[in-house]
């Protein structure tokens, strides 16, 4: 697997390209991500290349903004199987309108694919807000730290009900008949994700009391049922399957064994999935202990000037395929020569080609 980065500026540029391969240099000794010295310090990218401990690939570009106008930069991240077919995609996307047509293809077919899932645009955002904590696991949607530091059985035991225990898990836990809606809307996520090659189980527990009268399980065997013909069965390498289970029918070990397991718990008690994933990030930025980073000094790779009618700003970017758009009306006016906190993130804005997808 070959991989390479490219980045393209519509605009005047200051000084030459600038680029990093060692994560830890780029970082510095003690800093992290969001106080890289590459970014606060100032100090010049080493240009250098080779085998490393910890890779990274970061370009630097420095553009000038004159007044009132706008500088465009692409950076696109090629991924290819042969280092040929590498470098001639790395030439194709040197062309700013190569990136363009991409966008506008990728917009096309964003549409048509929530089209054809009757997903709508807010929908599709909600899902990708959702998906974030199937990947990147947060204790919001997560049972307590004493449910979870319970001592259970293996995770073997999943087996006996068919679940691999190898995928991603969503559990949805719902009692109530006017619940049903939330199980619906996350099957609807389950034919999301997996039209976008993410691979999860969903599973689905009724805890209504054993009665007669199985009126909840009927609908959530419906849903899933109909949430199964739907599954698109060439979906590329996403798997995952819908399982439908009965807390009657578990041991207390399987259910405890059930919440430890899950990337998220959701609770038909709860509220809407809207409720309880916009719940999410209310908690997450409450929770954020990390210091804001430094201001940046003196730019030490940027030629000093006294004009000024023009702003000058840094854009650097590690593995990543976005575009950024700079004004300096927007930004207001900055001393040539020097960087701000706000020219730390911008390489991070982009034009999204899914209407429903949240940016980088």
């Known amino acids: 697997m070959w991989v390479a980065q490219v980045v393209v500026v519509e605009g005047d540029t200051v000084g030459a390209l600038q680029y990093e391969t060692d994560r830890a240099r780029f970082l510095g000794r003690g800093h992290h991500v969001r106080t890289a010295v590459s970014m606060i310090d100032g100090r010049p990218l080493s240009n250098t290349v080779g085998s490393v401990l910890d890779p990274v690939m970061s370009l630097r570009r420095t553009v000038r903004v004159p007044p009132g106008g706008t500088v465009r930069l692409v950076f696109s991240t090629i991924v290819g199987p042969a280092r040929d077919q590498v470098l001639e995609l790395a030439d194709k996307y040197s062309d700013p309108r190569v990136f363009e047509r ?150 207390e070990q399987d259910r405890l ?45 940027v030629p000093s000037e006294s004009s000024n009618s023009s702003t000058a700003w840094a854009a650097s970017q590690t593995m990543g395929a976005n575009m950024s758009r700079f004004s300096a009306k927007d930004f207001g006016r900055h001393d040539p020569g020097s960087t701000s906190s706000r020219t730390r993130r911008s390489g991070s804005s982009c034009r999204n080609p899914d209407p429903g997808l949240p940016g980088p």
């Open 257 to 301: 064994l059930l919440q430890q397991v899950a990337r998220v718990v959701l609770l038909g008690r709860r509220g809407t999935l809207v409720e309880q994933v916009t719940r999410l990030p209310r908690r997450s930025r409450a929770a954020s202990t990390i210091p804001s980073s430094p201001r940046a000094g003196k730019r030490l790779d």
């Open 102 to 251: 991409a966008l506008s293809l990728a917009w096309t077919q964003a549409r048509v694919q929530l089209h054809h899932l009757g997903i709508e645009s807010d929908e599709a955002q909600l899902f990708q807000q959702l998906a974030n904590a199937v990947l990147y696991s947060d204790a919001s949607l997560r049972p307590s730290s004493e449910t979870l530091s319970r001592s259970t059985v293996d995770r073997a035991a999943l087996w006996a009900h068919g679940i691999s225990g190898d995928l991603p898990i969503v559990l949805a836990c719902i009692d109530k008949a006017d619940d049903v809606d939330i199980v619906r809307q996350l099957l609807r996520a389950h034919e999301y994700w997996r039209m976008r090659q993410l691979s999860t189980d969903v599973i689905i527990l009724n805890e209504k009391a054993s009665s007669y009268e199985q009126g909840l399980q009927g609908s959530l065997e419906g849903l899933v049922r109909g949430s199964r013909l739907r599954l698109c069965p060439d979906a590329g390498g996403a798997r995952g399957s819908i399982y439908l289970l009965r807390t009657d029918l578990l041991s």
